[in-house]
């Protein structure tokens, strides 16, 4: 049977390329993961790779059809790793039941370690202390000792032969090199010494080394696996059964066998587990794990409801209209699994320095060997102290500071409705220092209604009729305003020919013989009109907050009809938002296709900083790349297709889930509910996050400015520089962590 080739299953990636997850296990560093990821670019086809330790995954991006997965497998497995395919939002149960296995192979591993490094701690305690009587014999030591080198301690050995094999190194082969020379060193005392002369022993360092750095990495995996607790709580949303209704009686199925438009019965309490639509019932559902929300929304017939919420109160018949990868809870658990994999710009120098650390290492190691020993002639202190800088040396801390604090932060947004693409999204925004706003859906429910109708060569009926015509195949949410007050007023709904839709102007077409424009003033004056004997009239609207559309006809005859204005509440946490901001240090700027006059007065009252009317949806996208000349770090948030531009020119764009699709796509964050307060929280934890990367790169590096040459002039027995790297790793990860208890109004 032929190899799959990376095409199936796996996502879509600009360029005609394929992405395809890997997991791997055996990586302790920064070094393994920069081996790896050059291993899996030099297979022909593969067109990125990034690794990723917290999660030990790769994600890699290949030609469609170049590349089997066996070879990118292979290409893993050549470098001394082992290495799986991965399935995206895989079983959270089969995950966690195989991290619970390793995780008590690990803390046996531990415990039996730190049972026989015991003995030899209290010995070394003894003869710091003068009780020489707590001192072991030294073929005791060697009894208790060996065991740990060898049977505990084999991974070391098995991991650094593999990288030392690929001319390589790694943290597996510092232990290994540093523990297996202060073991031999003191069987080489051992084997030696004669008459009363006690030899001077070791074991002692070379057992708590290895039990120090086992123990470190057992608290570091229990800590990453917190890291994905975001994921895990998501994906354990879904049900597994559904409750059908067919033939008139309710049917318990799997999940998997439900289909687009089978209809699914969700009593109180239950989790609801497709997206659909309400055809009967009603009743509040939670949403919070999905949006953020901690209110429930209340659902009657007609209403949209996600897969993975509750239901709270009532009884609810659904249509269901997405299943499986298709559900908005699959996206989110996609979106939230791409942002945790993918690598921050600021890694690339992680990437550097890691390239290069172990054999600089070693390099320091060997000049400290020879330089004490060509000083003093003692060639154990010379061993002991080169041990020290093999063993103080974390390259595993580098690794782990920046994808630990991305998993983390990531994970926390996604709890309170924020979703961030990739980690570049999220490294981006930290720096913003402009939001740019649109103004309807955005700042304004999105929901206007017909407050004014001023005609000029037609009744006010006609205007209403011949707008309702023009409007009848919109989707614009004026066009909605206007069906909805003709058909209030009992005007019978028609249709016009040769409609069209003009981008960020309005529309035309032609009502019984008469071709008609509805549209802003820019329309207007496009074709060559004018609408004096209304323009007080707009002028005043516009001044009390209302955007206006014009009515003109363009033959038979040439002129205004007149005009319909429109209301839009503003959100109740619009002003919110804007104050958050504001207190943030960050400028706001809304972009509109609204007039000069209705568009101030709602930046007004809101204390919004700039305004830019009148603009095209190009427009909008030519008004960011302007704010982003003036050197200013721009994020663009929207929620229409005609905001899509804009966010693809902003550094940083942000839609509103409650939006288009094509907005989502387009930005490098989505907000899951319609809230603008929630872009201050998005560029709160960004901040945050970035804030926490800094911390643990700084101490990673720290710890090796610092140990290395303090172990180098003698100045760290080699189980104290096992203790510190072993805390290294585990501190950078116990920080990052203290990001899981953010939420957005916590800035």
Not at 286 to 297: A, Q, Y
Not at 391 to 412: D, E, K, R, S, Y
Request: net charge neutral.
């Amino acid at each position: 049977m032929d190899a799959p080739t990376v095409e199936a299953g796996t996502a879509a990636k600009a360029g005609g390329g394929a992405e395809v997850d890997i997991g791997i296990e055996g990586m302790s560093c920064a070094s393994c993961v920069g081996r790896v990821e050059r291993a899996l670019r030099r297979v022909p086809g593969v067109m990125e790779a990034e690794v990723n330790l917290a999660t030990e995954r790769a994600r890699v991006t290949a030609a469609r059809s170049a590349v089997t997965i066996q070879q990118l497998v292979a290409a893993i497995q050549d470098t001394g790793y082992e290495a799986s395919p991965v399935e995206r939002a895989s079983a959270p149960s089969e995950e966690t039941d195989a991290a619970a296995a390793r995780s008590r192979r690990e803390l046996f591993r531990v415990v039996a370690t730190a049972a026989l490094s015991a003995p030899l701690l209290l010995g070394m305690a003894g003869h710091l202390f003068g009780a020489e009587w707590m001192m072991l014999p030294g073929w005791v030591q060697f009894a208790l000792a060996t065991p740990v080198q060898f049977w505990l301690g084999w991974r070391f050995y098995v991991a650094g032969w593999k990288a030392a094999r690929s001319l390589s190194g790694n943290m597996d082969l510092l232990v290994a090199l540093g523990t297996t020379a202060a073991w031999g060193l003191s069987v080489f005392e051992l084997l030696t010494a004669h008459g009363d002369h006690a030899p001077a022993l070791y074991f002692e360092s070379s057992a708590l080394i290895i039990a120090f750095v086992l123990l470190g990495k057992w608290l570091e995996a229990r800590a990453k696996g917190q890291t994905a607790s975001a994921i895990r709580a998501l994906m354990d949303l879904r049900p597994d059964k559904a409750r059908l209704r067919r033939g008139g009686a309710e049917v318990e199925v799997p999940l998997a066998e439900v289909r687009v438009g089978d209809v699914v019965v969700v009593r109180p309490g239950e989790r609801i587990p497709v997206d659909g639509r309400v055809v009967e019932g009603g009743g509040s559902v939670d949403e919070s794990m999905l949006t953020g929300e901690s209110l429930p929304v209340e659902k009657a017939p007609g209403a949209k409801v996600t897969g993975g919420s509750i239901n709270t109160d009532g009884l609810l018949v659904v249509e269901t209209t997405a299943i499986g990868a298709e559900t908005t809870l699959a996206r989110i658990v996609r979106l939230v699994e791409g942002a945790q994999a993918s690598k921050a710009p600021i890694q690339r120098l992680v990437d550097r320095v890691s390239a290069v650390f172990v054999p600089v290492v070693l390099g320091i190691a060997l000049v400290t060997f020879v330089g004490w020993w060509a000083v003093t002639g003692d060639a154990t202190a010379a061993i002991l102290n080169a041990v020290a800088v093999m063993v103080i040396a974390c390259p595993c801390a580098l690794g782990l500071a920046t994808p630990t604090a991305i998993m983390v932060g990531t994970g926390a947004a996604a709890r309170h409705g924020i979703l961030i693409k990739d980690a570049e999204a999220l490294e981006r925004a930290h720096a913003i220092t402009t939001v740019a706003f649109d103004k309807t859906g955005t700042l304004t429910e999105g929901r206007p209604e017909v407050t004014d109708v001023a005609p000029a060569y037609a009744e006010a009926a006609e205007v209403l009729r011949l707008a309702a015509a023009l409007q009848a195949g919109s989707e614009h949410p004026l066009a909605a305003a206007v069906r909805r007050r003709a058909e209030a007023e009992g005007i019978p709904q028609e249709s016009a020919k040769d409609f069209r839709a003009l981008a960020g102007r309005g529309v035309s077409g032609e009502v019984a013989g008469r071709s008609l424009i509805l549209g802003n003033r820019r329309l207007l004056e496009e074709n060559g009109l004018v609408g004096d004997a209304l323009a007080p009239v707009a002028r005043d609207l516009e001044a009390s907050g209302r955007t206006v559309s014009w009515l003109a006809e363009t033959a038979p005859n040439r002129r205004a009809l007149g005009l319909i204005a429109f209301g839009d509440s503003v959100k109740d946490s619009a002003r919110d938002a804007v104050d958050r901001l504001h207190r943030q240090g960050i400028e706001t700027v809304m972009l509109t296709g609204d007039g000069r006059g209705a568009a101030a007065v709602a930046a007004r009252s809101l204390g919004i900083d700039r305004v830019v009317a009148e603009v095209l949806p190009e427009g909008k996208a030519e008004a960011v790349a302007r704010l982003r000349g003036e050197g200013k770090v721009v994020a663009m948030v929207g929620d229409g297709v005609n905001d899509a531009p804009a966010l693809a020119a902003a550094d940083v764009g942000i839609a509103m889930a409650t939006g288009t699709d094509v907005a989502m796509h387009t930005a490098g964050v989505t907000l899951m509910r319609g809230d603008p307060a929630l872009v201050a929280g998005a560029i709160d934890v960004s901040r945050r996050t970035y804030r926490k990367i800094r911390q643990g790169l700084f101490w990673a590096f720290v710890y090796n400015l610092v140990g290395i040459p303090l172990a180098a002039l003698g100045l760290l027995s080699p189980v104290v520089a096992g203790a510190a790297m072993a805390l290294s790793s585990v501190s950078v990860v116990t920080n990052a962590l203290l990001l899981r208890g953010w939420n957005p109004r916590s800035e």
